[in-house]
């Protein structure tokens, strides 16, 4: 949001775009949305598959993200 108007379904819409392409911090900060509910409908499942393919890849984190959800 610095020097823009915060729009967080335009900032899920583009961690979509660099998670489809396989970039692990953005596909963690997509499960967030998920988890959380910016700019995205919540829903933990979806969240808990974003967390999943973050882990996969050794993103530092995501464990305690996926603790969270219980999963």
């Known amino acids: ?3 823009v108007v ?3 379904t335009e900032a899920a819409r583009w961690y979509r775009l660099t998670a489809d392409q396989g970039n692990a911090s953005a596909q963690f900060f ?7 509910g910016p ?7 979806e969240a808990a598959r974003w967390y999943s393919l973050t882990a996969d890849q050794g993103h ?3 464990h305690t993200e996926i ?3 219980g999963i």
């Not at 997509?30 to 959380?36: F, P, R, S, T, V």
Request: charged content about 20%; glycine content about 24%.
């Open 30 to 36: 997509l499960g967030g949305c998920y988890k959380n």
């Open 39 to 45: 700019g995205v409908v919540q829903d933990d499942a």
């Open 67 to 69: 603790a969270r959800l």
């Open 1 to 3: 949001g610095t020097g």
């Open 6 to 8: 915060q729009d967080p």
């Open 60 to 62: 530092a984190g995501v």
